[in-house]
C-alpha cells in the first residue's frame, strides 16, 4: 500500500513539472509554433464605381430582375421515362440450379431498363396546357412537370406533331400562370431575348442575347421559318419559351448548330405565330390543319429579280389554284395582301392561313396584273412526298439507270447511309415517325456528322430514301457550303460541312 501511495505521489510530481515547464516555454517563446496570432486586415469600404455613374445600368438592372421574376412562374421543366426491354442471354434463374423445383423460363421481354430523359415547357393556357417540342415527349411511357415552386405534377399528352416538332402536355393544376404570345412577326435583327429553360438538369436556367436573324429555313414542312438567337440554348433547353422584353413567347427553342454539342451561339427557335396556330389546331382537332395552295414553283432567277415574287411552274389538279385558275408562269407576288418575295415564304404564309378561308392573290400574267380569290384547302397526307418528287413521264429503267455517285470532291461523297427501317428506328431509339438516311460509315473528313446520325435534309431538300439522297448530293456545288438537318440521339440539330 505504501508503495502505490509512492508511485502516485511521483506520478502527480512528474505531471506538475512537466506542466511547469510547458508554461514556461509557451511564455518564453519556445513553443511559437503553438502560439495563436492575429493578422492585421482591413476589407474595402467603397464600391469603385459610384451607383450615380452607372444610373442606367442599375435600372436595367432592376427591369431585367423584374421580367425574369415575371416569367419564371410559367416556365417547367419536363422529365420523361420509357422502359427499354433488356433480353437476358440466360432466362433461367441462377439460383435454380441448385432447386431441386426450378421455378418456369422468364421471358426475356419482362425486364426493362427505364431510359431517362429531360427537356423544358411553358404554360400557354389557364387551363394548365404547356407547349414543347414534340422530340421531349416522342414515344415515352411517362411525363413529369416540375413547376417553378418545385411542384411536380403528371402530364399527359394532349397531341403532336413530328413534322413541326411541337407537343401540347395538360396537367391539373388551376393555379398556373400562362404566359401570352407575342407576334413573332413584328421581332427584328437585334431584339433583346432570354431564352429560359432545363438545361443538363438545371432547372430555371436564363441566358440573353439577341434575334441573330430571322426566316432561317426549318424543315420541309414550311410551317414557320425559325428564328436564329444567340442566346445560350443547350440539351434539355428544348421545348422553351425564348421571351422579349414584354415577357411574351416569341419563340419556342428547338434546334441548335454545334460542333461540341453545346451552345456555340447558333440556335433556332419555332416563331410564336407558328406555335400559336399549332397549338390551336392540337387543341380543336387532336392534330395540325395545314393549308395549301397547290402549285410547283421555280425561284425567280430566269430574267425576274427575287423581290418580283414566285413563278408557277406547275398547277396540281383540283387544288385551290386550280379552282382559282392559275397558269404556268404567272408570278404572285401578294398572298392576301402580304407581299411574296421568295418560294419559302409563300410557302408558309400558305401552311398558315386556317383552312376553307378566302383568299387573295395577286399576280401578274403577260404583263397584267391580276387579283383572284380561292378557298384554302387542307394540304392532302402525301402532298409532302408528292411535292418533292414532281410528276414526270414514266420511261422504262435500264439496268444502267441508276442515280449518278456521289463526287468524291464533295464532303458528302465519303459518306455511307443506309434507308431508316422500322428496326433502325428501334434499336437507335430515333422519333417514330423520323424520314431521312442513316450515316453507317465517314471514310473521310464530314465536318461533325457521325455514324448513328440520321440526315433529313440536304439545304433544305428533304431526303426520304437512299436514291434521293444520292441524287440530291450529286446535284450539290462541291465547292460550296452544305447544311444538314440532322437527327441525333432523338436530338434534332443542324451540321455545316464546308468545302475541303
Request: glycine fraction near 8%; hydrophobic fraction near 35%.
Amino acid at each position: 500500500m505504501k508503495n502505490l501511495i509512492k508511485f502516485l505521489f511521483f506520478v502527480l510530481l512528474v505531471s506538475a513539472g512537466i506542466s511547469a515547464l510547458y508554461d514556461y516555454r509557451l511564455k518564453t517563446g519556445g513553443l511559437k509554433f503553438l502560439a495563436v496570432t492575429s493578422e492585421k486586415y482591413s476589407l474595402a469600404t467603397n464600391a469603385s464605381v459610384d451607383p450615380k455613374d452607372v444610373a442606367g445600368l442599375e435600372n436595367l438592372n432592376r427591369e431585367r430582375r423584374a421580367l425574369v421574376s415575371s416569367v419564371l412562374p410559367s416556365v417547367v421543366s419536363i422529365k420523361t421515362s420509357k422502359k427499354v426491354p433488356i433480353r437476358r442471354q440466360y432466362q433461367l434463374d441462377p439460383s435454380d440450379f441448385f432447386n431441386r423445383n426450378p421455378r418456369p423460363f422468364r421471358n426475356p421481354n419482362e425486364e426493362a431498363m427505364v431510359q431517362n430523359s429531360l427537356g423544358s415547357g411553358v404554360v400557354v393556357t389557364a387551363e394548365g396546357h404547356i407547349i414543347t417540342n414534340n422530340h421531349v415527349v416522342d414515344q415515352v411511357d411517362e411525363i413529369e412537370v416540375q413547376l417553378s415552386d418545385g411542384r411536380t405534377k403528371k402530364a399527359r399528352l394532349v397531341g403532336s406533331d413530328a413534322v413541326v416538332d411541337l407537343a401540347v402536355l395538360k396537367v391539373d393544376e388551376a393555379d398556373l400562370k400562362p404566359l401570352k404570345f407575342g407576334d413573332s412577326d413584328m421581332v427584328q435583327a437585334g431584339d433583346f431575348v432570354l431564352a429560359i429553360g432545363n438545361p443538363f438538369g438545371f432547372e430555371e436556367t436564363v441566358t440573353d442575347g439577341i434575334i441573330s436573324s430571322k426566316g432561317r429555313p426549318n424543315h420541309v414542312d414550311g410551317f414557320g421559318d425559325y428564328l436564329q438567337t444567340n442566346a445560350a440554348i443547350n440539351p434539355g433547353n428544348s421545348g422553351g419559351p425564348l421571351v422579349n422584353l414584354r415577357g411574351e413567347i416569341i419563340g419556342i427553342n428547338t434546334a441548335i448548330i454545334s460542333r461540341s454539342g453545346g451552345s456555340q451561339g447558333i440556335g433556332f427557335a419555332i416563331p410564336s405565330n407558328s406555335v400559336k396556330i399549332a397549338l390551336e389546331s392540337l387543341l380543336k382537332n387532336g392534330r395540325i390543319l395545314r393549308g395549301y395552295l397547290g402549285i410547283q414553283a421555280r425561284p425567280t432567277t430566269q430574267g425576274v429579280a427575287e423581290t418580283d415574287g414566285v413563278i408557277v411552274d406547275e398547277v396540281i389538279p383540283n387544288s385551290p389554284a386550280a379552282e382559282a385558275k392559275l397558269k404556268r408562269d404567272d408570278v404572285i407576288k401578294k398572298f392576301n395582301g402580304r407581299t411574296v418575295r421568295n418560294i419559302t415564304e409563300l410557302r408558309s404564309l400558305v401552311s398558315q392561313v386556317e383552312v376553307n378561308k378566302q383568299v387573295e392573290l395577286e399576280l401578274t400574267r403577260s404583263g397584267n396584273t391580276l387579283k383572284v380569290t380561292t378557298e384554302i384547302k387542307e394540304q392532302p397526307a402525301d402532298y409532302l412526298t408528292s411535292r418533292n418528287n414532281p410528276r414526270q413521264p414514266q420511261t422504262p429503267q435500264q439496268p444502267d439507270d441508276q442515280p449518278d455517285e456521289p463526287d468524291e470532291a464533295n464532303a458528302l461523297g465519303s459518306v455511307d447511309v443506309a434507308d431508316v427501317t422500322p428496326e433502325v428506328v428501334k434499336r437507335l431509339d430515333l422519333p417514330n415517325r423520323i424520314r431521312g438516311v442513316l450515316v453507317t460509315k465517314i471514310d473521310g473528313e464530314a465536318g461533325e456528322l457521325r455514324a448513328g446520325d440520321v440526315i433529313e435534309e440536304v439545304n433544305q431538300q428533304p431526303v426520304t430514301s437512299v436514291s434521293e439522297y444520292k441524287k440530291v448530293v450529286a446535284s450539290l456545288d462541291p465547292n460550296g457550303t452544305q447544311v444538314l438537318s440532322v437527327c441525333r440521339h432523338r436530338t434534332r440539330s443542324f451540321v455545316v460541312l464546308r468545302p475541303r
